[in-house]
């Protein structure tokens, strides 16, 4: 299997080539036998990597280590979903995942579009057939899961302990959807160019790929934060790290998009700023790949060093070579097809949210490649951390929280000032009185308090929109208020689910305003019996009594743990345990650093956050102890996100929709019968 | 007004065209240059302990500490652990004690700060010693005001440039203004739509 799954891979790289070559070479001719053979190849390349991947995953399943990766990432005692999410867990199977998902991608759009787009669709597929090029070439000749080692080991080094994590066999995957997903509208965006097909068409074929990739960024990025959040045990959940923020990027590009693209389709305008948009979502999915695997940054998220950087940044910059130069010269044919009449509109609303957004993007890319610059003119590399991504993009996210809730209350095309008064006055009056009770009762955190100000604004904005559909839905057709609300998100999926995510954002900020409130008890030292005092954010008293340090054996890992009895205001809350944790291989020898399995007993209002840092003397427990204020909110939030994204997807509301522009209903023609 | 011919002639484009090239060729060199030269970290790698250097300045006895403990760990807070972690001195020292960097350096810190020094005199000390490398954030001055002007430059650039454009789309009417016009009258007299219908109809075929 695993000779068939290499050669496969060799296969599937000619085939690619065929694939690409013979698409352009059919666009360009208008034969319709070439574009037939480049789709065919397409499905060709999707079956043989989809072989690859299958020989590759019986390597690791069988415990084969004549194979390097599968000898340098798994063992013989590494449960079975973990041996799987090997799979993703090194550089060259994460590659080869990478093309498996593209491949399929590619033919999912090709069956799909088999009667649709067809003058952009040879171009499409030729597009995806260099992707898939690209990929495959580099897993041949730089980063192959296949490379044999010299002699066979009796054992493999085992997986990295801090990625044996339910999150972590589930976060990276959709990140890699998220990605490639992005592939696809780069490909439509390619041929609409190459084509000058720039009407709606290519848009209704790129918006809800978009929406794909944008919800499984979300997904992937919320799962990555509560990954780091339960596991590196540092307490909290976002760091600002190179490999974060190249995930960050495309999500925060793909957002614009889906904001701006309402515009084209309803007014026709920012024609340009959308093709450049999904171009940049595709161009930074490969460059956050070039970050985390050419080694040009450090990261704690890095995979090791490899000259596979090389490739990326070469395919980097012929990508945007051609991204450039087809944009430049299509200027216009990109030309927008209405103006904006008010500065105070949706259109001009959503321009606003653009200009944050991808302010926000290049404020998180400039930093992140900052210490790069810094080196090549200063010759020091330095550190652009938390505390400069913290001072640069907390404004602009509260920018742009404002204007989330500011852009649904404004009309299309003009907005009267009958119309502002009778939309702003019941949502500014919540963040108003929320931000006066929340001064009363002793907030003085400025950014805290706007945040909650702006938190409160838009959750009226989105509760009287709701509100107002429902009421409405109720007068005109008798229904109850729970019919009222299901149906009036049912028949206006884009806009409701729309609003459910601006929900989960509004829950995701008013989380992240909490954590300026956490405490944190760094350095206590417990002896057994002992117990350790403290206050959390809302004024009630904590101890912490140390139960003992308990040791043993489980699975594939020696454990030390502690075990903290809790008190709130006198009233027993429970233990709550953490672990040091040493991995072992199957003869019991240790592998990698000790780990550490912190111990998080959660309510609405707050986590307490116990870290087992190490055991000192005799059986004394070195803790850190934090109140994190409001933490589960950004999973609830994460989790609106998606449900959001997901009534936006659903099929059905596209369908019902009229395109852009007018509805031309057409007579019946009368049968020639009737004519006579 | 109907005047289509190009906005952005050849000469702008060729000027974005050599820009582009250019920032490219200084990138491109650099980013290769530094990919060679830095190894990533990767979490299933050891931690780099001989990154450490001990920090220390001469001795001073019969001085009283300026610095508190709860200075002493914001100071901690702004201080990057060199073991190859993310995250800061005082995070990381109350995190693991596997890290074979950040509890050495809370120890120097310990020193310096019963000898009497002042945080500024620590992070300096700290600063000679590992360079700018070892602050989680650049000092803003000199070349690092960059870091933090650009992204407000940039966003202040794109919003006036969008201010720009709006302006000139208002003294301007749309490209095919006529045509958008005549949208919401697309329903039109009976003779209107009848030979519409025949037009689509005819299209279509």
Redesign the interface.
């Given at each position: 299997m695993i000779l068939v799954g290499e050669l496969a891979l060799w296969v599937a790289l000619l085939m690619a080539a065929w694939c690409a070559t013979v698409s352009f070479a059919g666009g360009k001719l208008q034969r319709a036998d070439l574009i037939a053979s480049g789709e065919r190849a397409a499905y060709a390349t999707g079956v043989l990597v989809i072989v690859a991947s299958a020989g590759l995953l019986t390597a690791i399943l069988t415990h084969d280590f004549s194979l390097k990766y599968v000898a340098s990432f798994t063992s013989t005692n590494l449960p079975t979903v973990y041996l799987i999410a090997s799979f993703w867990g090194g550089q060259a199977g994460s590659l080869l995942f990478w093309t498996l998902i593209l491949a399929v991608f590619t033919g999912i759009t090709v069956f799909g579009n088999r009667a649709r787009n067809r003058v952009l669709m040879p171009y499409v597929t030729g597009t995806l057939g260099v992707l898939l090029l690209f990929f495959l070439a580099t897993i041949c000749f730089s980063s192959s899961p296949y490379e044999r080692l010299d002699w066979i080991p009796a054992e493999g080094?085992g997986m990295?302990p801090?990625?044996q994590n339910p999150g972590m066999a589930i976060h990276p995957p959709n990140l890699y959807f998220g990605f490639v997903a992005t592939h696809i509208p780069f490909a439509f965006v390619i041929a609409a160019l190459i084509t000058r097909q720039l009407d709606s068409d290519w848009l209704a074929a790129v918006r809800r790929w978009a929406l794909l990739s944008w919800l499984f960024l979300t997904v992937g990025i919320v799962l990555g934060m509560w990954w780091a959040y339960v596991e590196?045990?540092?307490?909290g959940y976002w760091?600002w790290?190179p490999v974060e923020n190249s995930s960050l990027l495309p999500w925060l590009t793909q957002t614009a998009f889906l904001h701006s693209v309402m515009i084209q389709e309803k007014r026709?305008m920012l024609r340009k700023w959308n093709v450049t948009l999904v171009a940049a979502s595709f161009l930074l999915a490969i460059l956050g790949t070039f970050i985390t695997r050419?080694?040009?940054?450090?990261?704690?998220?890095?995979?090791?060093?490899s000259d596979i950087?090389?490739w990326f940044?070469t395919f980097l910059?012929v990508a945007?070579?051609v991204s450039?130069y087809l944009v430049?010269?299509r200027?216009?044919d990109l030309?927008?097809?209405?103006?904006?009449?008010s500065?105070v509109s949706r259109e001009?609303a959503f321009?606003y949210n653009n200009?944050?957004l991808?302010?926000i993007a290049?404020?998180v890319l400039?930093?992140t490649l900052?210490?790069?610059?810094?080196?090549?003119?200063?010759g020091?590399?330095?550190?652009?951390?938390?505390?400069?991504f913290n001072?640069?993009n907390i404004p602009?996210g509260l920018f742009l929280l404002a204007l989330t809730g500011i852009g649904p209350l404004i009309a299309w095309r003009r907005a009267s000032v009958a119309n502002l008064r009778r939309q702003f006055v019941i949502p500014v009056a919540t963040g108003v009185v929320a931000g006066v009770l929340l001064l009363a009762l002793g907030m003085r955190d400025g950014y805290a308090l706007v945040a909650y100000v702006l938190a409160f604004f838009v959750a009226g904005t989105i509760a009287q929109e709701f509100a107002r559909g429902t009421r409405a839905r109720r007068s005109m057709y008798g229904e109850g208020i729970g019919a009222a609300l299901f149906r009036l998100v049912a028949r206006n999926r884009r806009r409701y689910g729309g609003y459910i995510v601006h929900a989960g954002i509004v829950l995701m900020f008013a989380a992240f305003a909490g954590m300026a409130f956490r405490k944190?008890h760094?350095?206590v030292r417990l002896g057994p019996g002992e117990t350790f005092r403290a206050s959390d954010p809302y004024g009630r008293e904590w101890t912490f009594t140390n139960q003992g340090i308990s040791e043993f054996k489980a699975l594939n890992r020696e454990v030390s743990a502690v075990s903290l009895a809790t008190t709130m205001d006198g009233r027993p809350q429970g233990l709550m345990k953490s672990e040091k944790r040493q991995h072992v291989d199957s003869r019991g020898a240790p592998t990698?650093?000790?780990s550490?399995e912190v111990g998080i007993a959660t309510t609405a209002k707050q986590d307490v956050y116990v870290?087992l840092?190490?055991i000192?003397g005799d059986n004394v427990a070195?803790l850190?102890i934090t109140f994190n204020p409001l933490v589960i909110w950004v999973w609830v939030g994460g989790a609106l996100m998606a449900i959001g994204g997901l009534i936006v997807m659903w099929p059905l509301a596209d369908r019902r929709r009229a395109q852009s522009?007018?509805?031309?209903t057409?007579?019946p023609?009368p049968l020639p019968s009737a004519a006579t | 007004m109907g005047d289509h011919s190009p906005r952005i002639g050849t000469s702008r484009r060729v000027f974005l065209a050599n820009l582009g090239i250019g920032a490219l060729g200084v990138l491109i060199p650099t980013a290769v240059r530094a990919q060679s030269r830095q190894p990533a970290q990767t979490m299933s790698g050891p931690m780099r302990g001989e990154a450490y250097i001990r920090v220390s300045l001469p001795e001073r006895t019969g001085v009283t500490p300026k610095v508190s403990l709860e200075q002493r760990d914001d100071l901690e807070k702004h201080l990057k652990c060199q073991c190859g972690c993310p995250l800061d001195i005082y995070t990381c020292r109350t995190t693991d004690f596997a890290c074979p960097v950040s509890p050495k350096v809370h120890a120097d810190i310990q020193t310096l700060i019963a000898s009497g020094y002042s945080e500024a005199e620590i992070r300096d000390a700290f600063v000679a010693a590992y360079g700018e490398r070892v602050l989680t954030a650049p000092k803003p001055q000199g070349f690092n005001l960059l870091a933090y002007v650009a992204p407000f430059a940039a966003i202040a650039s794109f919003g006036a440039f969008a201010a720009w454009i709006i302006h000139r789309w208002r003294k301007e009417p749309p490209v095919d203004a006529d045509a958008f016009a005549r949208i919401p009258q697309a329903g039109g007299t009976a003779d209107e739509l009848a030979r519409l219908d025949a037009a689509v109809r005819n299209d279509d075929r």
């Open positions: 080094r990295n801090q990625l590196l045990g540092w307490g760091a790290d026709g050419s080694g040009v940054i450090s990261s704690v998220h890095a995979f090791a060093t950087g090389n940044l910059v945007i070579a450039a430049t010269t200027l216009r030309e927008a097809k209405a103006h904006l009449e500065m001009a321009l200009v944050a991808v302010g290049f404020s400039w930093g900052f210490p790069i610059l810094s080196e090549a003119v200063k020091e590399k330095i550190t652009v951390g938390q505390p400069f001072a640069v602009l944190v760094g350095d990698f650093e000790p550490t870290v840092a190490g000192v070195s850190s522009g007018y509805i031309a057409l007579r023609e | -």
